[in-house]
């Protein structure tokens, strides 16, 4: 193993909390306001790690490990994701299955814990959780095909070595099908606008937050620390797929961090600029997804 | 061919979107898009072959399908007084599921198809058919006639991208019939629809199959 695979993993567990802090300050940009120090996230893991966890009664060790297993599904699901040239610290054929996997094994924990709660307001979050993510996930999944298909690679480390010009030119409507369809899942899958809202502040209109709102103390930066390494993921897949390539493998690897951080200006765009869409009309956009990856696959067969 | 395939693209994705939209408004102005995309087809796909009678046949076109349809149907609605589809017989999450089966089919089918070697683009085929799909389940799935005028226009295009597409040498007469039978198809319908309207005091065909006289 070459200890330069390390360095992917190490971006990802350094640098991933700063992602919020751009959204929220490209939010804060677009709002006229001064905005919360870029390095908040640090703070407030740093904070909620020094306190205790209180738990109810009525919690079963289900809750307890919830946010556990969420975060060493996410740190998993980080070793298998590359970074510019450099490839992740694990990979063998067919490790974006394993990637999905894991994403929905840190789901359906979250889900648990939140069930395992017997609050209403998480039940119904849950519900919606499960309900949204069932459409998301083939969305994620058919993009991954295509993605094997169009590259020829079942691999993530090789599939998203940067690509040339050449290859855009080659395959443009199809990758950039892919790359719409993808920036939808991970804005769906990060519970950001315009699917849910990480800002409200009323139990019946989140989906995400209605699920942790009994974690804290350590539990809660574990579930914050994972959401953070989660959005990395998805924007190392953004990033992966359009960055092209340069002769220089530091010079990528520099690339793609400031192209992370590029992503996470978008979606502070985005979350600006849009409205949050209204729990009804949501099913018609992540299947809007899902079958723009369809046509992306379905295009790239010939 | 990078902008052909461009335009087929697009052709595909302004034909999900008429499947998921109920907006009539909307579905109006997207099939005016497609006309107009559609209308730059010939010339791109005979790029190097350009002569008077592609530019004449995409300004016509363009002309009929991007203006003149669009603002009889906007024309259609206004008497009408209809905003959008009420309750149609098929979903509009099920109809994009069923239009991306649908266009999984047509690549299936013009995989066994035998193609001409000068075909513009090898996606020429199934996105014209996916177009004639998508246009027939329009017009079996909505309930309001303007959505199936607008089916009818999708089917057409579809034919039309085929055409363009595969045969690089149709006499100038024959598309200009054609586009002038489109014309005159949408001409009499939207009168219909004004028609119909005036008297039954809606549009909604499902309920003329009640019709005593």
């Not at chain 2, 395939?5 to 994705?13: A, H, K, P, Y």
């Not at chain 2, 035998?114 to 389940?137: D, K, Q």
Request: charged content about 10%.
């Amino acid at each position: 193993m070459n200890a330069l695979a390390f360095i992917p993993l190490l971006l990802a567990l350094v640098l991933s909390p700063l992602l919020f802090g751009v959204i929220n300050r490209t939010k804060a940009l677009f709002a006229g306001r001064r905005g919360q120090p870029l390095l908040q996230t640090y703070f407030d893991l740093w904070k909620l790690l020094q306190k205790g966890a209180v738990y109810s009664r009525t919690t079963t060790w289900i809750f307890r490990a919830g946010p556990m297993v969420g975060l060493a599904a996410a740190l998993t699901a980080a070793m298998l994701v590359p970074l510019g040239n450099f490839p992740a610290l694990i990979a063998f054929p067919a490790d974006f299955l394993l990637f999905a996997g894991l994403l929905g094994l840190m789901r359906f924990f979250t889900v648990v814990a939140a069930l395992d709660t017997g609050s209403s307001f998480e039940g119904m979050g849950a519900s919606r959780e499960v309900f949204f993510s069932a459409l998301t996930e083939p969305a994620l999944l058919v993009i991954l095909a295509t993605l094997a298909q169009q590259t020829g690679q079942l691999s993530l480390s090789t599939m998203l070595e940067p690509v040339s010009v050449a290859h855009w030119q080659h395959a443009g409507p199809v990758v950039a099908l892919v790359v719409v369809a993808l920036m939808i899942v991970l804005l769906a899958e990060n519970a950001r606008i315009p699917v849910d809202d990480p800002n409200t502040h009323l139990e019946l209109t989140m989906i995400h937050e209605v699920m942790v709102l009994d974690h804290g103390g350590p539990d809660l930066a574990f579930v914050l620390y994972s959401a953070g390494l989660k959005l990395w993921l998805f924007a190392a897949l953004v990033v992966g797929i359009v960055l092209p390539a340069t002769a220089n493998a530091w010079l990528n690897l520099l690339l793609a961090t400031g192209g992370m951080f590029v992503v996470a200006v978008l979606v502070g765009v985005i979350e600006s600029i849009m409205a949050r869409l209204r729990l009804v009309v949501l099913p018609q956009l992540l299947v809007g997804a899902g079958a723009l990856a369809a046509v992306a696959f379905l295009l790239g067969l010939i | 061919m990078l902008t052909t395939n461009f335009i087929l693209v697009l052709v595909v994705l302004t034909n999900l979107k008429l499947l998921g939209s109920s907006r009539l408004g909307a579905s109006i102005r997207v099939v005016a898009a497609q006309g107009v995309v559609l209308g730059f087809l010939p010339i791109l796909a005979h790029w190097h072959e350009l002569s008077l009678h592609f530019a004449l046949l995409a300004a016509g076109t363009i002309a009929i399908k991007g203006i003149v349809f669009p603002w009889f149907l906007f024309r259609a609605v206004r008497e009408a007084e209809v905003i959008r589809e009420i309750e149609p017989y098929v979903g509009y999450v099920a109809s994009l599921v069923l239009g991306v089966l649908a266009l999984g089919v047509s690549f299936w089918m013009c995989m066994r198809l035998p193609m001409p070697e000068n075909i513009a683009s090898p996606w020429l085929a199934p996105v014209a058919l996916f177009s004639i799909f998508a246009g027939l389940f329009l017009i079996v799935s909505r309930k309001r006639a303007v959505n199936q005028v607008l089916g009818f226009l999708v089917l057409e295009n579809g034919i039309y991208t085929f055409g363009v597409g595969v045969a690089a040498r149709t006499p100038l007469l024959v598309e200009v019939g054609v586009l002038l039978d489109v014309f005159v198809a949408v001409f009499v319908m939207g009168i219909t629809i004004f028609h119909i309207n005036r008297e039954f005091d809606h549009i909604d065909v499902d309920r003329l199959s009640a019709l005593k006289d």
